[in-house]
């Protein structure tokens, strides 16, 4: 069973910076796409960052010159790191890999960014 165990979510200041960690019980590299998506309240999930296997990203309109996607296969893990943190940016952010039409999610992380 794929499991994608979130960390580095938590309270932070506009203007500041936060790297997520989410770590992949299999090799990263036997899914099509890994990466991170967002759900604020009463809004729909939508994407922050995706790097697929041959390396290729897409990245959030929103968060275009903010947001850098980092995978490992040695460690198995996708990172996703975010500066210049907007209220805006306040969500649960979730670790996602796909593998042909199934999709896996980890169970969240809150970033809440607020003064």
């Known amino acids: 069973q794929v499991q994608l165990v979130e960390s580095g979510g938590g309270l932070v200041q506009p203007g500041e910076w936060l790297r997520l960690s989410c770590a992949v019980s299999?090799?990263?590299?036997?899914?099509?796409?890994v990466g991170w998506y967002r759900q604020a309240p009463g809004k729909q999930r939508e994407l922050v960052a995706t790097?697929?296997?041959?390396?290729?990203?897409d990245y959030a309109d929103s968060l275009k010159g903010r947001v850098t996607i980092f995978r490992d296969g040695l460690s198995n893990t996708v990172d996703v790191q975010m500066i210049s943190l907007r209220p805006e940016d306040t969500a649960v952010y979730y670790c996602n890999a796909k593998r042909l039409s199934t999709n896996y999610w980890g169970q969240g992380t809150q970033v809440t960014v607020s003064s």
């Open positions: 790097i697929n296997v041959g390396g290729v990203t």
């Open positions: 299999e090799n990263i590299f036997n899914f099509n796409v």
